[in-house]
């Protein structure tokens, strides 16, 4: 009977990985993305296709992890001061979407000739949007980082939030719920902001102290654990406070944000992340009860239409009113138009207070996968109907098959000097920018510029990055040479990296990043005026050489502190012009000094009997 039951588990296993392998690359290929092709296996596999799963509920617990890590890399990548930063779009634009799209949902459900109970339970889960399909869809076209993509993970924060408010008022709906007291609500409230802030206590002074250690210890697959552990941890002491998962792990990443370990962090977490996500996706597909959208399919094709409908214009009249452009406003609405993963909790806590009886329960589940599943649809449509203002192209050769030993990203003024050693030495350089009027400018001054974004995979590897020997990334944007960085490093990491670092904060996030070589842009031209102002001022030119190589080896000193430190150590190698000078060496004593005679040590002794 064992090996029955273990031999069904495995058949299982193999279903879901072939269900995802065979699927995700056809819907790819079709245009579709992989969200549409994970849900759709979902359906066909599930207990309402083949049949090869009976219960999805348990895989869909399983899977919601997925969502989890994911929203913990995104934290990772939100440093405190960004969060901070965005307060006004949390709590304003947020609230607003929220507030404006859960009244329009509710005239939905009572112009449908439901109790406004019903009306506001099943209007407000349509609320919440699906956090993985929005940020897998973000992620996937590299918007997480755009201001626009910003605003779309403030108001994500914000609706996840929300899930304590609306379990509470679902509470209160329910028939005899306003028997709970005013003190048992204001505890549940306490208690989510008491977790909130121990989990920002914990992770300010423990974490960073924890993982310290366990570096020390020199096992690979402890920090694995362990970045496991605060990410599940963080979690489960929301969940258990009421609050989402999905928000206590984004907390913990956003803490972790400025570790030294965050690169590590994210390296360990990401291969659980891409897997327990395609199968949280695959479990929505199989939570789709056929049978309940069959029996009530009116209701339901009609109820998904005015649901998708109405929140989309409240999302796009929220936008206009705060000054989106028309685009910005249409792409926002689009993407944020289907329900949301927190609805089946909500939903189900309403069908056990008895706002709403089983049956309701699984068709407004329904409306809301089919939501989802329409959602990538939707998008398809919108770049269809509504192309991207791109430039003109013409007379311009967009990168492709390029076989350069050295690819020069960004041939702005930087990358121009840049190329000049390489060219005169015989090299073949390949060249990618992506603003074509600076393409066609340079083609009058005799170079081949191709047209290309380097912040994308697919354009490094059509230009050749995994072939070349070096890749010189000269973008003149802090955020993007980073990005490329990072990508070339994953991608391609025996390929060496030159970088052109903005200035010491961005050259910090280079050298993090694993760039083989990175040279702050205004650096040795700072430096050469300042060795020509000595010469000027009558200096002997050997001595201003001494001084420049000094000044050299102090950056070099306090660049090595504040990789170790932070930005804001290694004061004591630069040379102020405020007070008495105080000279400090280069680099501290090993050992304390001490007297090597006996006159000297008198001389000592005397110097401190004085002090």
């Excluded at 969200?35 to 296996?41: F, Q, V």
């Excluded at 509470?171 to 549940?188: H, Q, V, Y």
């Excluded at 029996?295 to 109405?310: E, F, S």
């Excluded at 405020?578 to 400090?584: A, F, L, S």
């Amino acid at each position: 009977m064992a090996a029955e039951a273990s031999s069904s588990d495995l058949v299982q296993v193999v279903a879901l990985l072939a269900a995802g392998v065979v699927a995700v690359p056809i819907f790819k290929r079709m245009g579709l993305g992989s969200i549409l092709g994970y849900l759709a296996a979902g359906v066909v596999i599930g207990p309402f296709g083949l049949r090869v799963f009976s219960e999805s509920e348990a895989i869909l617990h399983v899977a919601e992890l997925g969502v989890v890590m994911f929203l913990f890399i995104i934290g990772l990548e939100m440093q405190p001061s960004r969060l901070w930063g965005l307060r006004r779009e949390i709590f304003g634009l947020g609230a607003l979407q929220v507030g404006v799209c859960a009244v329009l949902l509710t005239l939905v459900g009572l112009a449908g000739g439901f109790p406004i109970a019903q009306s506001f339970v099943a209007g407000a889960g349509f609320v919440l949007t699906s956090t993985a399909i929005v940020m897998q869809l973000l992620e996937e076209r590299g918007e997480i980082a755009t201001p626009k993509g910003q605003r779309i993970v403030s108001i994500l924060l914000l609706e996840d939030l929300m899930i304590v408010p609306l379990l509470a008022l679902v509470a209160f709906l329910a028939p005899g719920g306003a028997d709970t007291s005013l003190s048992e609500r204001l505890t549940e409230v306490g208690i989510g902001v008491a977790a909130i802030v121990g989990l920002v206590v914990a992770g300010r002074y423990l974490l960073n102290p924890l993982f310290r250690i366990l570096a020390d210890a020199r096992a690979r697959e402890v920090m694995t654990a362990a970045a496991l552990l605060v990410v599940l941890g963080s979690a489960l002491a929301m969940q258990l406070s009421g609050l989402s998962m999905a928000m206590g792990a984004f907390l913990a990443g956003v803490l972790l944000s400025e570790s030294t370990f965050r690169h590590q962090l994210e390296a360990d977490i990401e291969p659980f992340r891409g897997i327990l996500l395609g199968l949280f996706f695959l479990a929505v597909g199989m939570s789709l009860d056929l049978g309940v959208v069959a029996q009530n399919w009116r209701l339901v094709a009609i109820y998904v239409v005015a649901y998708m409908t109405m929140k989309a214009l409240g999302i796009y009249i929220v936008a206009r009113m705060l000054k989106s452009g028309h685009r910005e406003a249409l792409e926002r609405a689009v993407f944020m138009a289907q329900g949301g993963e927190f609805a089946f909790v909500l939903y189900s806590s309403a069908a056990a207070v008895g706002i709403i009886d089983g049956q309701a329960n699984a068709t407004l589940t329904a409306i809301v996968i089919i939501s989802m599943v329409l959602t990538p649809l939707a998008i398809a449509a919108l770049r269809y109907l509504t192309p991207r203002d791109e430039q003109s192209l013409e007379g311009v050769d967009i990168a492709d098959g390029l076989t350069g030993s050295v690819l020069i990203i960004g041939f702005g003024r930087f990358g121009q000097i840049a190329s000049q050693p390489l060219l005169l030495r015989g090299l073949d350089v390949s060249i990618i920018d992506n603003e074509v009027e600076m393409i066609q400018a340079a083609a009058d001054f005799g170079f081949k510029v191709y047209y290309g974004d380097g912040t994308r995979l697919d354009i490094l590897h059509a230009a050749g990055a995994g072939r070349a020997r070096a890749v010189l990334i000269c973008v003149d944007k802090p955020d993007a040479a980073v990005r490329i960085a990072k990508l070339i490093k994953a991608e391609f990491p025996l390929v060496t990296i030159l970088a052109r670092a903005f200035d010491r904060g961005t050259a910090l996030q280079l050298v993090r990043a694993g760039v083989d070589y990175q040279l702050r842009e205004t650096f040795e031209s700072a430096l050469v005026l300042g060795g020509s102002a000595l010469e000027a001022l009558g200096v002997d030119p050997e001595e201003v050489a001494d001084v420049i190589e000094d000044v050299r080896r102090r950056d070099e000193a306090r660049f090595e502190t504040q990789l170790a430190e932070g930005v804001r150590a290694g004061q004591r190698f630069l040379k102020g012009n405020i007070g008495t000078p105080i000279p400090t060496p280069l680099t501290q004593p090993r050992h304390a000094g001490r007297a090597l005679n006996e006159e000297t040590a008198g001389v000592l002794n005397k110097a401190e009997t004085k002090s």
